[in-house]
């Protein structure tokens, strides 16, 4: 068996002195909740803390979706898209032009919002932005030429982005990544999930 330091009495207030300096060693040597007072930091306080943090931040999401200005353009409202692409022409060739599709908030919410879902990056978006240059209108003899070569503009990306995030249907990405990663992140907000399920539902 293993020794233990032992220690001698011969009367019981003797004990008593044995015992309490011992306790009092022990709890200086290992402290343990119930040993000493509660300093806040317990696990079960920080989980009720966490838990309650988590609510309020909820609540306050909710509340800011429902405070969206409604002077501000979304839904069924017509927006321009514009950038540049490449065409064929059998006079000129290819060559590179401007491009130009009307179309609503939904119809670009519906088409972007998916990619949201588990955060899409700044580059991407652009790319599904640059699809609708497929609306743009062309005359008689042009031929559209691979999408890949479409591009949406800066400022109708930064735009839209100032849109939604205005909407309050997207915000920025929250998911932690790598150092070296330095794109932009965004993604959908409570209020921008609920909207894309009842656009791709109807």
């Not at 290819?94 to 899409?120: C, H, K, M, Q, S």
């Not at 735009?159 to 993604?187: H, P, T």
């Not at 959908?188 to 609920?194: C, F, I, Q």
């Amino acid at each position: 068996m293993a020794a233990h330091p032992v220690g001698q009495w011969s009367d019981g207030k003797q004990l008593g002195g044995l015992v309490s300096r011992a306790l009092v060693r022990e709890i200086k040597i290992n402290p343990r909740p119930g040993w000493v007072r509660n300093d806040g930091a317990s696990p079960i306080e920080l989980r009720e803390k966490i838990n309650t943090l988590a609510a309020e931040n909820q609540k306050l999401r909710a509340e800011t979706a429902q405070t969206v200005d409604e002077d501000l353009e979304g839904g069924s409202d017509q927006c321009k898209l514009f950038g540049t692409h490449q065409i064929y022409e059998k006079s000129e060739g290819t060559y590179r032009a401007d491009w130009e599709a009307n179309v609503t908030w939904d119809d670009i919410f519906r088409d972007l919002g998916p990619a949201l879902i588990n955060e899409a990056t700044s580059q991407a978006i652009e790319g599904i932005l640059s699809r609708f240059h497929v609306l743009a209108h062309l005359e008689k003899d042009q031929i559209l030429v691979h999408n890949s070569y479409a591009k949406i503009e800066p400022e109708c990306f930064n735009e839209v982005i100032i849109q939604f995030r205005a909407l309050g249907l997207i915000d920025v990405g929250i998911k932690k990544r790598g150092v070296k990663d330095r794109n932009g992140y965004w993604s959908l907000t409570p209020a921008g999930d609920r909207h894309l399920v009842r656009r791709r539902s109807a």
